[in-house]
């Protein structure tokens, strides 16, 4: 297929990397969304939507054959998102009178834009004609481009609406958008410097390398994954935090929560166009998770094994260590292994929904600019140490800098902050003191009821 | 990109050059003065891109011809950080204008005029 | 394809960019001819993202890719939302009437464009862009970009990353209502 894929048009070409890319990430949408109503209901000590699609043969009738009787089909509830779209497209669309006409039609697809074209750079495998869709040498930087433009969809499906709790709703969103992309920005720049390319792919390619770059046993049976690394762990889950906060979850979600806004910035957007936002919000979650994934958590492998190493080393029976390795990461199944870990990411975004509350907005704006954002320069300084250590002397020393510069970093931190708040009372956190007594126990008497009269 | 003279590069950047001034010179609201000068320093980014891509001088050597295809991506860089810088400071100084006469006419700011 | 327009050969390229840069043109119009400043600001971004399709066109992937973020996605985003905040989206705000001041600036303004057009442009009708090999393709990636910020060009990008600091800091006291 690669042969056939070569000899064709350049255009050609590229197309059929987008169908490629787009079609397997539009059908990821109804499942997450299945998926998400069914976790979070049994997170919540609940069952979530059964009872879509669920046929019951009659039992009686003429038609039916003998066999299927009677017989009940579940369908778990699969063909909910499929209900919730029919309905939605059936919806009568209103369109209120006083709208910036123009503007109010743009903005649904200025929102769904982005979430497409954030995975244009991210391979889904070894095949390097038929993934990515362009592998450009600025490859992550171009989602962070991408993202950037992911905030006009909101502001101007705010400021369309002639509503003020709209256009509230619009510019707070897009300021926490523009604020959790800063240490979004910071947190992949750690990982660029360690693997010293912008492209996803050559991430993919450093991530396989041995274990914190040792090359004796046992480290070198294990992968480089960068969520395996130290500053790579940290990088992962301001990572995470700042994903969370830019496709507008919760515990992010003050801009579209229903009782703090109506909707927020959709709250004049009915049927098809509320289906739109509704798509690019579920759409932006998987393609973050294979961002995630790809540059965090090894791409396309499955598990963070060198089977290379151990066929090599270890001798086996049958040849089983090839076959793994070739079942991890280098055949037909890499692109189910991505999807996996991207529906393991989403999966992990439904249980932070289901167990965080909503944060304020205060609180939003003081934990993207005061506690990720340092942190996320704090880890840059760490990984920049750590280079120049390694370059320096070996990795051993390379490592104990960075516990050194870590430890540093942190007493800095935290004086700075202590001796910001020196005088000013802690607002982030509302403790109650209790200034009078707590109320007296009161001894219970236990008084026989009268005699009756006999 | 190949076959495309350098001409059409440097008379887009003209144009959005000259549509700046007019914009300046033209409109009355601060916002949208601020927003052709934004245009202006585009196009000045462009024709500096397209000088860099079209060498037109030949140069001695290939490490001044180096020096030459990067000294004018480096100058778009700095374009880029001084407008940002000055799109923060000019907007705050706009707003605070604003919030305190509430007018939106720039031809109204004449309190400095002797 | 083989005809030519003026001397100039008329390729699929030429022809591309004639509707990249025809966009952009027609954008750059609408900056200065929408009364509404959200429209204004719309066609502003709608021109910085096709200036940026035109970066790469030049080999400069990296400048393009910044354009994107930093106009389109920052700079552009504080110009909507000072528009937004200070409500000045609506046409009826600002009554700008026509009136003959309006007509002579544009008069001047395409007499500036034809006295530099008419000395500039006949002479570079003919410049064709230079042929690149493998390496130098990639002056405009970002490992050359970085190369030469931080050997040859480290002593201005410390004094603009203070510059960024400087403004910062007064925007943030502009921006105040008490300090």
Known sequence: MADFVQHLHPAWQALIRVVLFVLPSFMLVPIVIWWERRLLGWMQDRIGPNRVGNITFSRTSRFVPSLLKGKKFKLFGLLQPMADFGKLIFKEDITPTAVDRLIYFIAPGLALFPAFALGATIPWGPYPWLTPVADVNIGVLYIMAVSSFGVYGIVLAGYASDNKFSLMGGLRSSAQLISYELAMGMSLACIVMATGSLKPSAMVAAQSGPLWGLDYAPFNLIQNWNILTPYGLVAAIIFAICMIAETNRPPFDLPEAENELVAGYHTEYSSVKFATFFMAEYLSIIVYGIIMSTIFMGGWHLLPIRFDVMAANYNSFGDVWNLLDTLNGSSLLAPIWVIAKACAVASSYIWIRATLPRLRYDQLMSLGWKSLLPFATANLIVVAIWIVATKVANPVIGWFAVVVSAAILYALYKTINRLNLRNRPNLASRTVTMVDEPPQRREVELVDPAPAPT | MNGVPLAAYIGLGLFMFTTGVVGVIVRKSPIVIFMCIELMLNSVNLTFLAFARYQMVPVASPERLQHSMMAGQMIVIFVMAVAAAEVAVGLGIIMAIFRLRDNVDIDEMNLLRG | ?179
Not at chain 3, 2 to 7: H, I, M, R
Not at chain 3, 78 to 100: A, I, P, Q, R, T
Not at chain 3, 168 to 178: D, E, M, N, P, Q
């Open chain 3, 1 to 179: 394809m083989n005809q030519t327009v003026g001397g100039v050969a008329v390729t699929p390229e030429l022809l591309m960019f004639g509707a990249i840069a025809g966009a952009a043109a027609i954008c750059a119009v609408g900056v200065v001819a929408f009364n509404n400043a959200v429209r204004s600001a719309l066609c502003l971004v709608v021109n910085f993202f096709l200036l940026a399709v035109l970066y790469f066109t030049l080999n400069a992937e990296m400048l393009g890719i910044t354009q994107v973020v930093v106009y389109t996605g920052a700079i552009m985003v504080l110009f909507l939302f000072v528009v937004m905040l200070l409500n000045l989206g609506g046409s009826k705000l600002v009554h700008e009437k026509s009136d003959w001041k309006k007509f002579v600036g544009i008069l001047l303004g395409c007499g500036l464009f034809v006295i530099l057009g008419a000395q500039i442009l006949p002479q570079l009708v003919h410049v064709q862009p230079m042929q690149l090999d493998q390496d130098l393709a990639k002056f405009g990636g970002p490992e050359a970009i970085g190369r030469t910020l931080f050997t040859e060009y480290a002593y201005p990008f410390e004094a603009v990353s203070v510059l960024l600091l400087i403004g910062i800091v007064g925007s943030i006291l502009l921006a105040k209502r008490r300090i």
